[in-house]
């Protein structure tokens, strides 16, 4: 579906978002004059957009044609089950952004993974703008598609497009983006998916959506789970000894060293891993190493991702709120490696297996453990159990754990701030949980 076949329907929106509020602006920039039907669950906003209805009784789907439908909306949710009860035409805003992009002959650059899809997204976004080309970046990272919709065709720019799993398992047959990055991945959004099976499957269609002649790359370690899906020999691997990666301190490409990895600013081997990937498709666009070791000298990495709060009270505060599963924290408990003697850790408890993370706690010096509500007491049950060399410090909240923190870290040291599970029930978001983190350290004197 086009974004003109709506023009003149009645268009529901289910979800009033930023992807929600995009596909309102493109509807009335494209024309759509009509009154929009929007469905929400939770409280009515006190100023909502002009010439739009508010429902959350679900039986007003029954006077729509079609429904815009935003990705936070589970399978098992309430109005997504009414919606499918009704049988009302659904579109995603990322179906059609994809549908606009093919139809006019531009290039999207899809990236997905469980870990690190924003950085490299980041990343080899300023790696193709260094080499000169001029991209949009978009989705999942922050900013909806369809807000720069007009912008990209204008300019016809290359696209980099971050996808969420919840993007992808949408993505019709054919209008997947025509070329595809699928990164490390690891058990992730099971509350959504419902199963490991599901999410895989959901993340796997970037490259299964395709269409014959696009390009896909793939991180050596999850080919895994696209055998038999597609076609032997499209797959591109990633990270493989005999062509672009990271091994023994340096970026390499077979043996031959390339460039030292402490000259990148961002923490950790991962991330090093991720900017590696960057430059293997940005090369298919005319990029260079060059370009991507002046980009990683400067890149500071993005907010509450092993964000380095500095130095307050002697001590470095590491923010990392983005992380939400254990394999992230294990990640970062890896990057920051022997300065690292304090790790705040704990969130919204949605099953995930926490041996990942006290695996890399063993190996590392981490001596005390903060635990946050409501994952911290598993996390703490399963140190003693393990008998690993850590102190336990369960706590209520950030400030607590912050105060602790401050008085356990010495001088010079690493105090982590890696949740390792979601906001939920806590905050907002993870952007809200990470300001409250910055604001109770620069109480510190």
């Not at 400067?298 to 307050?312: N, S």
């Not at 001596?367 to 393990?386: D, F, M």
């Not at 952007?431 to 350290?441: A, D, N, P, V």
Request: proline share 4%.
């Amino acid at each position: 579906m086009r974004i003109s076949d709506l023009i003149g329907k009645r268009i529901g929106l289910l979800g009033l978002g930023r992807e929600g509020l995009a596909s309102l602006e493109t509807l009335r920039r494209r024309g759509h004059s009509e009154p929009v039907d929007v469905f929400m669950d939770g409280p009515i906003p006190s100023n909502p957009p002009v010439g739009i209805r508010l429902h959350t009784n679900p039986d007003a789907f029954a006077d729509v044609d079609v429904v815009i439908r935003s990705p936070g909306f589970s399978p098992g949710h309430r109005l997504r089950l009414a919606l499918d009860r009704f049988m009302t035409t659904q579109v995603t805003a990322t179906q059609l952004f994809l549908r606009e992009i093919r139809d006019n002959e531009l290039t999207v650059i899809g990236v997905t993974a469980s870990k690190g899809k924003s950085t490299t997204s980041a990343l080899l976004h300023l790696v193709l703008q260094h080499a000169g080309l001029d991209t949009a970046l978009v989705g999942n990272i922050g900013v909806p598609a369809l807000e720069l919709i007009d912008q990209i065709l204008n300019r016809r720019q290359l696209v980099v497009m971050e996808m969420s799993s919840y993007q992808c398992m949408d993505l019709a047959s054919g209008y997947a983006p025509p070329v595809a990055v699928l990164g490390t991945l690891f058990p992730e959004h099971l509350d959504y998916h419902g199963a490991t099976s599901n999410y895989y499957y959901a993340k796997a269609m970037i490259a299964t959506m395709q269409r014959d002649g696009d390009r896909f790359f793939c991180h050596r370690d999850s080919t895994w789970i696209l055998d038999g899906l597609i076609t032997p020999g499209r797959m591109r691997q990633l990270q493989t000894t005999d062509g672009l990666h990271y091994a023994d301190g340096h970026f390499m490409r077979g043996n031959t060293k390339l460039f030292a990895g402490n000259e990148m600013r961002l923490l950790g081997d991962h991330n090093r891993e991720n900017a590696v990937t960057a430059l293997t498709v940005a090369e298919d666009f005319g990029a260079t190493v060059d370009d991507l070791h002046a980009v990683v000298r400067d890149f500071p990495g993005l907010l509450y991702r092993l964000q380095d709060e500095g130095y307050r009270g002697g001590i470095r505060w590491i923010n990392d709120s983005i992380s939400t599963a254990p394999e992230a924290t294990a990640a970062a408990v890896r990057a920051v490696g022997q300065e690292g003697v304090t790790l705040i850790v704990g969130g919204f408890d949605r099953g995930n297996d926490v041996s990942p993370l006290l695996m890399a706690l063993e190996k590392s010096s981490i001596r005390h453990v903060i635990l946050l509500p409501a994952t911290g007491g598993k996390i703490a049950a399963n140190i003693r159990e393990r008998r690993l060399e850590v102190i336990c410090h369960e706590v209520s909240n950030i400030a607590c754990a912050v105060n602790i923190a401050k008085e356990v870290t010495p001088i010079g040291r690493i105090c982590l701030f890696s949740p390792g599970a979601p906001s939920y029930t806590f905050f907002r978001d993870f952007m809200e949980r990470g300001k409250t983190f910055r604001r109770e350290i620069s109480r510190i004197v």
